[in-house]
Structure formats: structure tokens, C-alpha cells
């Protein structure tokens, strides 16, 4: 019967994915409606109270609500539907077909994150039609404009219709995925998170016939200072999750080796020899070393107009990130050295970063920890920092502690976050099987309910 059980979870969780990809949901420009819509009626049919709310036409959000007794604060299910654009040429399957192919459903949004809306969705209906006495009311929003403007989304959100979505915790994207880390399954909850400035860097300088250079031009300037922002990297820092993740870390794994190296991360001056030693995937020290400073990636330029003309000025684009705890005018101060005078600095949007205090004995994370050593004995929960920003500061006002809770298995293909963005997107069948199961018995789990396979039956 249990296998019965997951397969019908299953097939529910990849339909669900493979529908939410064929829709479109670029942006830029947007356009969440079908997404939206086909949520809404889905869950409308199961019985659950829907609607579709919009600041702007087609920036369209979906909420809806599963009654608890009110013997505790809700839990809200939070994902977004919008992803970024794909260039179909360089993917295997087109990227809005929603595929299913070697054992992984491909698209644009499979792993961010349109899995995390397919496996909530799932979840919520399979609660609701087995009747599952719940103390926490269940909500679940998923949202229109995460990767460009949040204005359309979860901000109209938490101003306009704050009864939506206002909870006790949220769970998010951003965590759940296990890492394999000298030899065991750390699976993440992520409670921090970076979030970041819009920068430019622009270098100005004489512009004339490109046919009598000048010993410097607008162009050398601005290279040299992108350069030295690679080869620089910010100030090593450490926040209190990123400590708690790399203790626990050290506390788990056997060989006293990796041990050492884990606890040395915590070390500017052993940072660099501890990366040597863990045996960890390349992406995964990558991210490591990013969760211990403040970032300033360069990842657009532009200089001139026409091949034989010096132009007058070059700009950069940069991704800054900042850890939690650091203002704008830190950040620049920690920028503006490394890439020099030479380069002015001009900052846009900045978003504060966050890191809540979830400690061990906290209710969601043994819920979390519960629901892994459930369906993964072996697995080990630890505390995260996300290196990349969510949604979750712009509910934070309302007081709900949105953390990054999506599990996934160890994948055959890599890390899976590492295909977000990516061409050829994609997440395994078995991943959204397991999300599914993980996340229901982290909600009954919560809500003081038995495991899921005590009460689903195939449907």
C-alpha cells in the first residue's frame, strides 16, 4: 500500500510541474495568469477556498486556504510563479515543453521554481481530501514577480491582502537540498539569507579616433577595476547560522580530517587550505566560500557605439549580495577600495538581508528534522545561509519567519540548485516524489498529526 501511496503522490507532483512549466511565465515581461489560474482551479475542485488576486493585469498571484482548528498560527506554502527568461537554442528540450525524459521533468522553472509550487500544491490537496484535522490553518500563495518585480507580487501581497498570507512560518525556496560533505547528507534548512544592490560601475575617459589610442581610455579603466574585483575577494565574515552550519557540520562527519577542515572554514586565515581538504563537490566549496562575505560580481558591460571610435565611458553591472547585518553604506565601503578611485559607484535598490533565530528545539525545525530522518534515515538537518534572496524580507514586516524548505535527494546529474538559471533545467521524478513526502510529514508533523502514510490512500 505505501508504495501505492507515493506513486500516486508522484504523479500528482510531476503533472502538476509539467503543466505549471507549458506556461510561460518569462520575465521579463511576466505574465503568471495561466499559472495562476490553473492553481486556482485545481484547488478550487478539491475543495479549497482559491482566488487569483492582480495589482497589474496578467501580474496575476494565487492564494488560497486550507481551515485548521486555530489552535496555533498558519503555516503559509510560498512559491513564485514568474522565472527568467531561456533561449531555446541552447536547451535539449524546449524549454516550455514540460518533458519528461530520462527520469528528470525538463523546463525552464524545474528547479526554480515551479517544483516547489507543483510539490506544495500536492501536498495541500492531498491533506484537504483526506480530511487531515489540521491545528494550523494551511495557507499557500503563490506569487507573481520574484525574479525582476516584487511590487506585482508578494509585496502587493503583504500590503493589500495581508490576511493571505500573514503566518506564524512560511516555507520558501532556497533550502532542503542535501549536500554531500565528507562522506554524509546534510539536508538544509535554510533560516539566513543574502539579498543585494543593484550597482553600477562606470570609468570615464577621453573618447576620439580609435586610430591614436590614449594610454588609457574608459574601457582599460573599467577593466582593470572588474579584475581586481575577481581577484580581490571581499572580507571573510561569519554570520551565527553560518557558524551553526559549519559546527554541526564538523559534529556529524566521522573522519577527524574533514572535521578540522569544516571548523577551519570558520577561519580567514584557513579558509583557503580547508576548501582544499573537503570533500565536497566544486560547486558546493563555491558556495561555501560565497556564504562567508558580502559579494560584488560583475555580470554586465557596456562601452561604445561604433568599432572606431574610443569611447567617452564603460559601465559595468554588479551583483552585489550582501550578508545579513550589512547596510548599503557598509557594502560600498568594502567595494570601493578593491576596485579604486578610478571607477565611480552608483547604487540603486538595496534589500536588507535576514537570518532569524530558529534554534534546534524550535517547532518547524524538529518538524523538518522529523519529516528527513523519516524518509532518509542517514540524513543530518542542518541550519543554512542562502547565498542567493527570496521573497521572504517583504513579509517579514507581518512577522512571518519564511525559511527555504524544498527537499531533494542527492542527484546523479550534481547539485541540483546548480541548474537553477541554467539551460537544460531540470529536477528528477524520484526528487519530486521525495519533496512531496518530506513536506507532508513536516506539516502534520506540526500540526501534531500521525505520518502521511497512515492516512493517504492512493487515489
Same mark, same amino acid.
Given at each position: 500500500m505505501e508504495v501505492l501511496m507515493e506513486q500516486a503522490l508522484r504523479a500528482e507532483a510531476v503533472n502538476h510541474l509539467r503543466t505549471l512549466i507549458r506556461c510561460d511565465t518569462s520575465n521579463p515581461p511576466g505574465g503568471e495568469r495561466p499559472a495562476a489560474e490553473y492553481i486556482a482551479e485545481h484547488l478550487t475542485r478539491e475543495g479549497i477556498e482559491a482566488q487569483v488576486l492582480e495589482k497589474s493585469p496578467r501580474r496575476s498571484n494565487v492564494v488560497a486556504r486550507l481551515p485548521g482548528t486555530g489552535e496555533a498560527a498558519p503555516l503559509l506554502l510560498l512559491s513564485h510563479l514568474d522565472v527568467v527568461p531561456a533561449r531555446s537554442e541552447e536547451w535539449s528540450h524546449h524549454p516550455f515543453s514540460g518533458d519528461l525524459a530520462d527520469g528528470y521533468v525538463w523546463g525552464r522553472g524545474a528547479v526554480d521554481m515551479k517544483n516547489t509550487t507543483a510539490i506544495q500544491m500536492t501536498a495541500m490537496s492531498t491533506l484537504a481530501r483526506q480530511r487531515v484535522p489540521l491545528k494550523r490553518d494551511l495557507l499557500l500563495a503563490a506569487t507573481a514577480g520574484e525574479e525582476a518585480d516584487p511590487e506585482v507580487g508578494v509585496i502587493?501581497?503583504?500590503?493589500? #491582502?495581508?490576511?493571505?498570507?500573514?503566518?506564524?512560518?512560511?516555507? &520558501?525556496?532556497? +533550502? +532542503?537540498?542535501?549536500?554531500?560533505? /565528507? /562522506? =554524509?547528507?546534510?539536508?538544509? %534548512?535554510? $533560516?539566513?539569507? =543574502?539579498?543585494?544592490? #543593484? %550597482? &553600477?560601475?562606470?570609468?570615464?575617459?577621453?573618447d576620439g579616433h580609435s586610430s591614436i589610442p590614449y594610454e588609457r581610455s574608459a574601457i582599460s579603466t573599467l577593466a582593470e577595476a572588474v579584475t581586481r574585483l575577481k581577484e580581490q575577494p571581499l572580507p571573510h565574515r561569519v554570520t551565527n547560522t553560518t557558524r551553526r552550519f559549519f559546527q554541526e557540520m564538523a559534529a556529524a562527519v566521522e573522519d577527524e580530517r574533514q572535521a578540522g577542515a569544516l571548523l577551519d572554514m570558520l577561519d580567514p586565515a584557513r579558509q583557503a587550505g580547508a576548501l582544499d581538504i573537503l570533500d565536497a563537490a566544486p560547486f558546493v566549496k563555491r558556495m561555501f566560500w560565497s556564504m562567508m562575505r558580502n559579494i560584488a560580481e560583475p555580470t554586465i558591460l557596456r562601452a561604445g557605439y561604433k568599432r572606431n571610435v574610443i569611447p567617452a565611458s564603460a559601465e559595468a *553591472? $554588479?551583483?552585489?549580495? &550582501?550578508l545579513p547585518g550589512v547596510g548599503p553604506s557598509e557594502l560600498l565601503g568594502e567595494i570601493q577600495p578593491?576596485? +579604486?578611485?578610478?571607477?565611480?559607484?552608483?547604487? +540603486?535598490?538595496?534589500? !536588507?538581508?535576514? *537570518?532569524? !533565530? $530558529?534554534?534546534? !528545539? !524550535?517547532?518547524?525545525?524538529?518538524?523538518?528534522?522529523?519529516? @528527513?530522518?523519516?524518509?532518509?534515515?542517514? /540524513? @543530518?538537518?542542518?541550519p543554512y545561509l542562502s547565498c542567493g534572496g527570496t521573497d521572504a524580507p517583504f513579509l517579514a514586516p507581518l512577522g512571518v519567519k519564511t525559511l527555504g524548505f524544498t527537499p531533494m535527494q542527492p542527484d546523479p546529474a550534481g547539485l541540483v540548485l546548480q541548474l537553477a538559471h541554467s539551460s537544460n533545467e531540470r529536477i528528477s521524478v524520484d526528487n519530486l516524489s521525495f519533496g512531496t513526502q518530506v513536506l507532508l510529514d513536516t506539516i502534520l508533523h506540526l500540526n501534531g498529526a500521525s505520518p502521511y502514510d497512515s492516512r493517504i490512500r492512493a487515489q
Open positions: 502587493f501581497l503583504a500590503d493589500a #491582502h495581508p490576511e493571505w498570507v500573514t503566518a506564524e512560518y512560511a516555507l &520558501n525556496e532556497s +533550502g +532542503g537540498e542535501a549536500l554531500l560533505v /565528507g /562522506g =554524509k547528507r546534510f539536508y538544509t %534548512l535554510q $533560516i539566513a539569507q =543574502k539579498m543585494g544592490m #543593484h %550597482l &553600477n560601475m562606470v570609468a570615464l575617459g577621453p *553591472e $554588479i551583483s552585489a549580495r &550582501n578593491v576596485v +579604486g578611485d578610478d571607477v565611480q559607484l552608483h547604487p +540603486g535598490r538595496f534589500y !536588507d538581508a535576514l *537570518e532569524f !533565530d $530558529i534554534p534546534d !528545539d !524550535d517547532p518547524l525545525y524538529q518538524a523538518a528534522r522529523y519529516a @528527513i530522518q523519516r524518509h532518509d534515515p542517514e /540524513g @543530518i538537518l542542518v
